[in-house]
């Protein structure tokens, strides 16, 4: 059933060229070609059928979070018909209750970080609560930080995630004006969007890391979040109205702008000018449904790529949902565009995928709750 996708989707294409905000142009020419048709096949009577969080420990190794289970899982794709090595299971209530995750980091197995909408965690690999520190609110023992004015907030789903950097001692957490809401404009857009905590003395540094002043004119409604990922040595962000990628070096403590505009899509249209406010619901949605979703641009260590999920409006769509076509972008080190391809139907949420030495995996979706499959996004350049 899959073949009839290859000679839309494995066709070469050349190279995109990007430029970035010092004015340089990356004009090498690429030959790429993507094989989509490769699907993966995993026994997982036991694992939930999409996480709400994963992070990647080892190529075939990640750790995942659901809500529907409240646990931590091990997972191996490895070993196909038993991939759940470990599981730890969360309490909700109680003195060992951690409840509303918003985001899971693995450091160690004495140090994992659970960020909660009003705590943040800190475990260990057996469950036991190391540190519980309250966030986001005055018992807080955090200096640095005015939570009357900047609420950290981690939410890995939608793109805003934690980062533990050992050499800093460091947890990066995104944040957010607490004062103003989204609709405020310009005051919501004027709060930076990352926080560093050092977690071995509880000060907080805001990063000058900020939203485009676009932001500042205009609502954008519901696509008003920024993504945010991490190296060991970068922070790279994007906002979900446009395709400029931002890469904020840690040593240097400088950001480069890189413009790198997708051939399938444009940017969003502004929701609303300044001045107007709007709380519409059903305005909202459809504001979403009409536009482009720039997604996450996250790191693929073992084959040294940049992967960008876009979710574009599918105008072939039919009824009040109109679910959106899923596409990836793949880019060089240097953000170059190496190859940019819509996606086969039945392919879920980039925001899951595992990287591999060939490519990505990426969730597809499955009538048979005991299997898992996955699609292996294979590139080849020359």
Not at 306 to 312: A, E, T, V
Not at 353 to 373: A, H, Y
Request: hydrophobic share 35%; net charge negative.
């Amino acid at each position: 059933m899959y073949s009839r996708y290859l000679g839309l989707f494995s066709l070469l294409c050349l190279c995109s060229m990007c430029t970035n905000d010092s004015g340089q142009e990356y004009l090498d020419i690429v030959d790429c070609a993507v094989d989509t048709t490769s699907i993966l096949q995993i026994n997982t009577p036991a694992i939930a059928p999409i996480y709400g969080i994963t992070q990647q420990l080892e190529p075939s190794q990640f750790i995942a979070y659901t809500p529907i289970i409240h646990s931590i899982d091990w997972v191996d794709l490895s070993n196909s018909n038993s991939p759940l090595t470990k599981r730890l299971q969360l309490l909700h209530e109680g003195p060992k209750g951690i409840d509303n995750v918003k985001d899971v980091h693995f450091h160690n197995a004495d140090t994992i970080f659970v960020a909660c909408a009003y705590h943040l965690f800190i475990i260990d690999a057996e469950g036991a609560i190391i540190r519980k520190i309250p966030i986001n609110q005055s018992s807080s023992p955090l200096k640095g930080i005015d939570f009357s004015s900047v609420f950290l907030y981690a939410h890995k789903k939608n793109g805003t995630g934690i980062h533990y950097s050992p050499k800093e001692k460091s947890l990066y957490i995104p944040c957010k004006a607490s004062r103003y809401d989204q609709f405020t404009i310009p005051d919501h857009y004027e709060v930076p969007i990352l926080a560093k905590w050092n977690i071995s003395n509880d000060s907080v540094t805001i990063l000058d890391l900020k939203y485009p002043d676009k932001f500042r004119e205009q609502s954008y409604g519901l696509l008003n979040r920024p993504n945010i990922s991490y190296t060991e040595d970068k922070i790279v962000y994007n906002f979900k109205v446009d395709s400029d990628i931002y890469v904020y070096d840690l040593k240097a403590q400088k950001v480069i702008t890189h413009k790198c505009p997708s051939q399938l899509a444009d940017d969003a249209e502004p929701f609303l000018v300044r001045g107007a406010v709007s709380r519409d619901v059903e305005a909202l949605l459809n504001h979403v449904r009409n536009n482009p979703d720039y997604g996450v641009v996250t790191f693929n260590p073992y084959r040294n790529e940049y992967y960008r999920s876009l979710l574009i409006p599918d105008d072939s769509a039919i009824g009040k949902e109109r679910p959106k076509k899923m596409s990836v972008t793949i880019l060089s080190t240097d953000f170059k565009i190496l190859q940019e391809m819509i996606l086969p139907n039945g392919t879920t949420s980039s925001k899951n995928k595992i990287f591999t030495e060939q490519g990505v995996l990426l969730p597809v979706l499955n009538d048979d709750e005991d299997i898992k499959l996955y699609r292996h996004l294979k590139l080849t350049c020359s």
